[in-house]
């Protein structure tokens, strides 16, 4: 699905019934990452994966102009066209916890919960932005690939199941190198959230993997100890993208989490609710799925474009 935006394009997918749920991807990926949580939650949730400007079928910023705050807006437009009036539950890995963090500042849409998973609070350090800036001149010179070539070995472990390594390797190569460029100039440049952490008042999970050196668990449970209402808990054998490596560890936590603090509705025989029609929501096409597409295979997405 596809909308406007001054005359730029964002692309995004939808899937389920209920109350909505926005998934933030991780750079360099595309909304492609969220695919088996966006089947997880469909029975329950309205499940909204977008690609951040520059990824996947969403239409770059001009680099200059490619901020995590350009990214909120980005959001914000998918949220108000999917749910405008509804609470919403974020949920960002790594980079998307950045944006996450910049639509909790912007205060524009009341929250149900907040899920932040393997990202940082912290602005990057100086020696930490210069590697980025360092970053954005090899890939303007030699493309995109080197990416891939330089991350992979933080995104998994060195055990991680070899189809996923393929297809996580396979996002890294098909990632626009416009788009990296962008994205590695808006998290060089971000706000240090720390103080955000504080005055978050919705039910929070804090999810970390086991392995992860980008944002190590010691890390994510310090900041999840600043926030009032915040639940931590560790991916075993998982490192930077959790969600992707280690998938059902990931979903169980997060379907566990929902139904503590947004559980679905009772019908009228006293039991509950799983194709909950309040709030379900359409899409473009007039199709009404309670989830995505069971028979795509894994990492394909049939409105995926670049």
Known sequence: MKIDID??????????????????????????MWEDQLLAVAPTHTGVALDLPGFGGSTALPEASTT??????????????????????????SMGGYVAFEIVRR???????????????????????AVRLQMIEKVRSGGAAMVAELQLSKMLTTGCDPEIRAQVDHWMRRAPAEGIMG?????????DSRETLKTIKAPVLVIAGANDTVAPPAEMKQ??????????AVIP??????????????????????????????????????ENEEGGVDDDSGSNDSGAEADAPYGEDPDEEF
Not at 183 to 191: D, V, W
Not at 223 to 232: K, L, V
Not at 254 to 274: C, H, M, Q, R, V
Request: aromatic share 10%; net charge negative.
């Open 7 to 32: 005359g730029r394009t964002l692309s995004y997918r939808r899937c389920g019934k209920g109350h909505p749920i926005l998934f933030l991807h991780a750079f360099p990926f595309s909304r492609l």
């Open 68 to 93: 995590i705050a350009a990214y909120a807006e980005a959001a914000e437009a998918i949220m108000k066209k999917v749910a405008p009036d509804e609470p919403w539950i974020l949920c960002g890995l």
């Open 107 to 129: 205060a524009n849409f009341a929250l149900r919960g907040l899920i932040l998973c393997d990202t940082r609070a912290v602005a990057d350090s100086p020696e930490q932005r």
């Open 183 to 191: 994205a590695l100039g808006a998290m060089a440049n971000r706000l």
């Open 223 to 232: 900041f999840a100890e600043t926030i009032e209402n915040a639940t931590f």
């Open 237 to 274: 054998d998982a490192s930077h993208i959790s969600n992707v490596e280690r998938p059902a560890d990931f979903n169980e936590l997060l379907i566990e989490w929902l139904y503590e603090i947004d559980p679905p509705a009772e019908d009228e025989n006293g039991e509950f609710d799983y």
